[in-house]
């Protein structure tokens, strides 16, 4: 089975894309291919820092290297924001529980994307690069709801629900997600160049 070792140190990313790939890749985290990395995401796009991501692992390994870098954008926050600096927004906002308080009280209904970009490195040869992109659309939950998933999961009701993301279970989350919109591009990729 194709091998890809997985460039996150985020452990509710391995697991979903686990659960989106299993059976037809055999997907590595970090940990289990004892590589210790945390590079400096200091690009301005999804696709940069993805980039950055999986070019810091490569350096370890001779096997195919794919990251994640995924982030919310907030239509009342300002055009594609925090999107790329969504983890660090929550960092600077007292944490991501209280981020989510916020957002509930003071943009309801805001509409806000999420976007995922997948970098696969080394697949054919060395140097070469595909990228893969998904969305999820939708808005800012009117209260924190559920418990499951991960982030702005509690805020986020995507188009055509009426409830969070994370009041989804796995399975369901795991068919609707910009993550699986990503994934499913690259799958098609792997499919149609024989890879799986
Ligand atoms: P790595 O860089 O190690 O992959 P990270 O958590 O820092 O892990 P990002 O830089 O891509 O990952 O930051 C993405 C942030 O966007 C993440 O911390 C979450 O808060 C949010 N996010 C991304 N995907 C999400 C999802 O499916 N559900 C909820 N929040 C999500």
């Keep these: 089975m194709l091998k890809i070792i997985i460039a996150t140190n985020n452990q509710h990313k391995v697991e979903e894309l686990n659960a989106m790939l299993e059976g037809k890749v055999e997907l590595l985290s970090l940990k289990d291919a004892g590589i210790s990395v945390d590079p ?51 960092v600077e906002n007292g944490g991501q529980e209280k981020l989510n308080k916020i957002l509930v009280s003071k943009h309801p209904n805001s509409k806000a994307r999420f976007t995922c970009h997948i970098v696969l490195l080394n697949l054919n040869f060395e140097g070469e690069r595909l990228d893969f992109e998904g969305i999820m659309e939708g808005k800012i939950n009117t209260k924190i709801e559920g418990i499951n998933g991960f982030g702005y999961d509690p805020v986020f ?30 799958l098609n990729y792997l499919f149609e160049n024989n890879k799986i």
Excluded: C, W
């Design 40 to 90: 400096d995401e200091n690009g301005k796009t999804y696709a940069e820092n993805a980039f950055i991501k999986a070019q810091a692992v490569t350096k370890f390994t001779n096997l195919p290297v794919m990251s994640d870098d995924s982030g919310i954008e907030i239509d009342e926050l300002g055009e594609h924001f925090p999107g790329i600096y969504s983890h660090r927004f929550a």
């Design 157 to 186: 009701v995507p188009e055509g629900y009426n409830h969070s993301v994370a009041t989804l279970k796995p399975e369901e989350k795991n068919v609707i997600s910009h993550r699986y919109n990503a994934v499913k591009k690259l």
